[in-house]
């Protein structure tokens, strides 16, 4: 088991930034790929941002290309999301996610490949 704990969430004005954290415990000595989604009232779950294990490989969703970063630190296991002129839009609740990999190159962009998830936290861009 994996347990996953974010943080960093909060209420900004647009244009600002904001950096999440995720922090995962357990079997994390497991090969992990990691990612973050995030949902807004009345939208269903979205990706925001994916990495490798290796965090050679990235993937991110067309609305945060350029103003979102995702980084990990394995000796920390921990995962980032760096947030840059956010926008109201990007108001939701965001999750992060592991899943074990097959390689260290491994990134999923479907929420099916995940199997832990954190309990979310809040992020609010008030225009």
């Known amino acids: 088991q994996v347990q996953l704990v974010e943080s960093g969430g909060g209420l900004v004005q647009a244009g600002g930034s904001l950096r999440l954290s995720c922090a995962a415990s357990?079997?994390?000595?497991?090969?992990?790929?990691m990612g973050w989604f995030r949902q807004a009232p009345g939208k269903e779950r979205e990706i925001v941002a994916a990495?490798?294990?290796?965090?050679?490989?990235?993937l991110y969703a067309d609305s945060v290309k350029g103003r979102f970063t995702i980084s990990r630190d394995n000796a920390k296991n921990t995962v980032y999301l760096q947030m840059n002129s956010l926008k109201p839009e990007d108001t939701a609740v965001y999750y992060c996610?592991?899943?074990?990999?097959?390689?260290?190159?491994?990134?999923?962009?479907?929420?099916?490949?995940?199997?832990?998830w954190g309990q979310g936290t809040q992020v609010t861009v008030s225009s």
């Open positions: 996610t592991a899943g074990p990999a097959a390689f260290s190159s491994t990134v999923y962009d479907s929420s099916s490949s995940y199997d832990y």
């Open positions: 357990g079997r994390t000595s497991s090969r992990l790929a």
């Open positions: 990495i490798s294990w290796s965090g050679g490989s990235t």
